[in-house]
C-alpha cells in the first residue's frame, strides 16, 4: 500500500488505530479524515488530516485523487444506541457513506477497502454461545441491519467487480483514549473511569448481560493483521468473527474489586438492555485464527490492570 485513507479518524477507535498506522506505513502515508473537526493533537499534528463526510462522494474522490490513496479504511458510522435514537441518521450514514466508499474505490481501482463489522449483526435468532461464522444474520437493530448489509455489499463488490473489501465483526471494543461514540457496550469503558474517580458506577445493562470484548489493542492487532493478511487466504473476506473474552458487568465489577476492593457497581438497565439481550454471549472465531493467525493477547484481568493504570496516570497528571 502506498496511501491509506482513514474515514471517521476521530471516534474510539480511528484516534487510536490512524496513529497505529502511521507507525507501519509513515505518517504522510496515512491520511486522517473525519467530518468533525475535533480530533486529538496527537492525530492532528502527526500527519494529514482533512474533514471529508463520507455522504459527500465527490469530496471522497478528491481527497483520493489528491492525496494519490490506494486503500482506504472505513470508520465513519453511527453505532447502535446512537442509531437506536436515531435510525434514519444510522441507515444513511453506514449505508450511503459505505455505497460511496465502494464506489470511489471501484471506479478508480482502489488495492483495499477495509471496512470492520460488529457483533451487532447477529440476532435473537443466532445461537448465543460460541456463535459460528455462517450462521443466522437477521438482526433486530438498524445498526446491525446496516452491518449486514454492508458485508454483504463487500461480498457482491467483491465477487463481481473483483475488489479487495475486507471486515472483521468487532466485540465491544474497551478503551481509554477516547471516549465510545454511542454503543451499547461502552459501560464497559464508563465503569473504568466512574471506579478510578470515585469508587462506583450504575450501570445501564443488568449484572448478568454477557457480551463479546476486546481491549484496544488487540483491537488494532486484530485489524492489522487482517489490512495485511494475503487475499488469497480469506474465504470470509467481509465478517471475521473475532473475539477476546466475554464478560458480564458483574464480572468487570469483579475483576476491577481485585485492584480498588471497595468499588461499588449499582444497576438502572435503559433502553439499550433490549440491544444486548438481542446480541451473543460469545463468538467462535477459528475461521480468523485459521486463515490469517488471529490471537488475542489480553483477557480481563490483564486488561483491567493496564486501563486502570493508564487513568490513573491520567487523573495523577491532571492534579499536577
Ligand atoms: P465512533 O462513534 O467512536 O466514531 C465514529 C466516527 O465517525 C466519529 O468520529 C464521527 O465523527 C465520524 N462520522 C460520523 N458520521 C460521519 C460522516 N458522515 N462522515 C465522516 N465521518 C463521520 O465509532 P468507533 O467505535 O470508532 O467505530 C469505528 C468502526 O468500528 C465503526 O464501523 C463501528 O461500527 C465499528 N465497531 C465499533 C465497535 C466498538 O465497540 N467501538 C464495535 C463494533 C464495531
Ligand atoms: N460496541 C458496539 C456498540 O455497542 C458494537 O458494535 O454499538
Same mark, same amino acid.
Given at each position: 500500500m502506498k496511501r491509506i485513507l482513514f474515514t471517521g479518524c476521530g471516534g474510539q477507535i480511528g484516534s487510536e488505530l490512524t496513529l497505529a498506522f502511521r507507525q507501519i506505513y509513515g505518517n504522510d502515508n496515512v491520511i486522517a479524515s473525519d467530518v468533525s473537526d475535533k480530533i486529538s493533537t496527537d492525530l492532528r499534528e502527526s500527519g494529514p488530516f482533512v474533514h471529508l463526510d463520507v455522504l459527500d462522494k465527490n469530496a471522497i474522490a478528491e481527497t483520493i485523487d489528491k492525496y494519490n490513496i490506494d486503500a482506504v479504511v472505513h470508520l465513519a458510522a453511527i453505532l447502535s444506541a446512537v442509531g437506536e435514537k436515531n435510525p434514519q441518521l444510522a441507515w444513511n450514514v453506514n449505508i450511503n457513506g459505505s455505497v460511496n466508499i465502494f464506489e470511489v474505490a471501484r471506479e478508480k481501482k482502489l488495492e483495499r477497502i477495509l471496512v470492520p463489522s460488529s457483533m451487532a449483526v447477529f440476532g435473537p435468532d443466532t445461537p448465543k454461545e460460541n456463535t459460528p461464522q455462517k450462521t443466522v444474520l437477521i438482526p433486530t437493530t438498524m445498526y446491525g441491519v446496516t452491518k449486514v448489509a454492508i458485508e454483504l455489499l463487500g461480498n457482491y463488490y467483491n465477487l463481481h467487480y473483483g475488489m479487495d473489501i475486507r471486515g472483521l465483526r468487532y466485540p465491544g471494543i474497551i478503551s481509554h483514549k477516547t471516549p465510545p461514540g454511542g454503543g451499547t457496550t461502552d459501560y464497559a469503558v464508563a465503569i473504568y473511569f466512574d471506579a478510578v $474517580?470515585? $469508587?462506583? +458506577? /450504575?450501570?445501564?445493562?443488568?449484572? /448478568?448481560? @454477557?457480551?463479546? @470484548?476486546? +481491549? @484496544?489493542p488487540d483491537c488494532i492487532k486484530a485489524t492489522t493483521e487482517l489490512f495485511q493478511a494475503d487475499k488469497n487466504k480469506l474465504k470470509n473476506a467481509t465478517g471475521y468473527n473475532v473475539t477476546a473474552f466475554s464478560v458480564t458487568p458483574a464480572d468487570v465489577a469483579n475483576s476491577i474489586r481485585k485492584i480498588i476492593p471497595d468499588f461499588e457497581i449499582t444497576y438502572h438497565p435503559d433502553f439499550r438492555q433490549d440491544i444486548a439481550d438481542s446480541w451473543v454471549n460469545s463468538m467462535d472465531d477459528n475461521s480468523a485464527r485459521e486463515e490469517w493467525g488471529w490471537q488475542p493477547d489480553f483477557n480481563l484481568d490483564a486488561m483491567t490492570e493496564d486501563i486502570i493504570k493508564e487513568i490513573q496516570l491520567k487523573e495523577t497528571s491532571k492534579v499536577i
Open positions: $474517580k470515585q $469508587k462506583s +458506577y /450504575d450501570c445501564f445493562l443488568r449484572a /448478568d448481560s @454477557m457480551l463479546p @470484548m476486546m +481491549y @484496544m
